[in-house]
């Protein structure tokens, strides 16, 4: 019998958790010829959530609770699902009821005709503020056109992953992380399924502005070295239009004496000079930044984060 594991990330999803339990355990029920495990990574939720989990692993041996010390944020907690579970695939899925459950069917079929990953996107997400909305469609022109890999728009963290890619994806050591885009970088067999995003049951979207722009621009660093080589690219500019400008005026100031060239003052040529001398440095800058990438991809070692404890009826008896 194939194990599928389910990975849902919780913060602060006390209302929720029970809820997502009973209509999880309806679908799953329809699918007899698996076995399922079902993995809570409780995100250091400050509210009940951890103590409904508890209840469910108590009633129940195929769940399990990854309890982190402290808030570690969505895609830490997807990745220490992955890293928990033991499923020859496995599905996450938020625990708020927006990635709706009847679709898991869906997504076995599609990974038992040869899909290695299998993609949810979402077609419209009711009760979206036109901030998330605009902000969303600018990340992926921006990402899109500097990062290494393309990201598919709205294409969401609900998705299906083969033990195969498991395995490539327990590889990655960055804590720095946007998950979804390094399952898109590892490529593999892929498939879509599309669906309209429900709107959250009980609780706030925990993902508020600041934390996506946050989310957004560690994307943009880990993705790509473009910001990195700004500096570089500035100064390069800068030094070449002064450097060219300044040689101008000196030669038609004290040889050709034209009549443009002199009517720039000794204070004007100063500042050309210094603005040519601040394209240098932005450039030497720009040359470490460069250094600094290499060492910044082979440095990043830092533990990604700490289980306070894991507990699960099978293996806590
Ligand atoms: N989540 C988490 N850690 C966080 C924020 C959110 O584990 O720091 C979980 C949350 O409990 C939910 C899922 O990630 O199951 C999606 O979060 P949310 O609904 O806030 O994001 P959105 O639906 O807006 O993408
Ligand atoms: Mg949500």
Redesign the pocket.
Known sequence: MKLISII??????EK?VSLFFDELSAILLQLPEYAFEIIF?????NDA?GDEIEKLVKSHENVKHVEFSR????E???TAGIHNCNGDACIM????L?HPIELIPEFINKWENGADVVVGVRKT?SG?GII?KVGSILFYKIINNIAEIQVLPNA??YRLLDRCVINEFNRFTESSRMTRALIDWLGFRREYIYFH?RK?LH?????NFW??LKLALSSFISLSLLPLKLAGYLGTLITLISGLAGFYILLGKYFFHTPFASTFSDAENLAILIVFLVGIILMSVGLIALYIANIHAEVINRPMYVVRKVSNKIENK
Not at 8 to 13: A, H, L
Not at 41 to 45: Q, R
């Open positions: 849902s990330p919780v913060y602060n999803e929720n990574v409780n995100d250091g939720s959530s808030n570690f944020g969505k830490i907690a997807i899925i938020d625990a708020d927006q997400n979206e998330k969401t963290d995003a959250r609780g706030e979207a925990s993902y934390k996506l």
